[in-house]
T-cell receptor, first 114, second 114 residues
């Protein structure tokens, strides 16, 4: 669903630590999920995706976990770097009359302290 | 080698003065989307084109229109911008709408309304 409000949740981590960003999605029929990274003044950038028939997927330094029972998605970033500082959005794919649509959840701002 | 290009990056318009934002893509994708993103919020889908078929989200105001003259280009027209329309406008593409496809985003156009 659409996030409301002027303040994003913020996660502050020390450089080199692991980060975990969480997301609750809304539609139990969603079958595909994506994490996007958005730096200030830029468009969202694809990080990693996962299909609903999986519960874990790993990329380079990133892991996505999917728990369909509680409709929860998480993004784990290993050895967080200053360049990881950004807003992270999860997105879920679901079907409406016009086809399959990608809907964004509320974002989380990640701040990495050197 | 930008694949989804939005122009201009920054647009200033006056209250009530029509404005057009443009998007072009080199990916030859069938689907083009327009999202509105207000400060500290998630991107919100306004509408999308599947080839020449236009699909409007139910809650998109009539003030927002779109044109897609060919596969490569898509325009967002705001007929009478209000102060509440100040936002980042994101264009995105994907190959199909059958699901399980990530979107490719442009860098966005930041619209200010004076």
């Amino acid at each position: 669903g659409e996030s409301v409000g002027l303040h994003l949740p913020t996660l502050s981590v020390q450089e080199g630590d692991n980060s975990i960003i969480n997301c609750a999605y809304s539609n139990s029929a969603s079958d595909y999920f994506i994490w996007y990274k958005q730096e200030s003044g830029k468009g969202p950038q694809f990080i990693i995706d996962i299909r609903s028939n999986m519960d874990k997927r790993q990329g380079q330094r990133v892991t996505v976990l999917l728990n369909k029972t509680v409709k929860h998605l998480s993004l784990q970033i290993a050895a967080t770097q200053p360049g990881d500082s950004a807003v992270y959005f999860c997105a879920e794919n679901w079907k409406n009359n016009a086809g399959n649509m990608l809907t964004f959840g509320g974002g989380t701002r990640l701040m990495v302290k050197p | 080698d930008a694949m989804v290009i939005q122009n201009p990056r920054y647009q200033v318009t006056q209250f009530g003065k029509p404005v057009t934002l443009s998007c072009s893509q080199t990916l030859n994708h069938n689907v083009m989307y327009w999202y509105q993103q207000k400060s500290s919020q998630a991107p919100k889908l306004l509408f999308h084109y599947y080839d020449k078929d236009f699909n409007n989200e139910a809650d998109t105001p009539d003030n927002f229109q779109s044109r897609r003259p060919n596969t490569s280009f898509c325009f967002l027209d705001i007929r009478s911008p209000g102060l509440g329309d100040a936002a980042m406008y994101l264009c995105a593409t994907s190959p199909i709408t059958t699901g399980n496809e990530k979107l490719f985003f442009g860098s966005g156009t930041q619209l200010s309304v004076l």
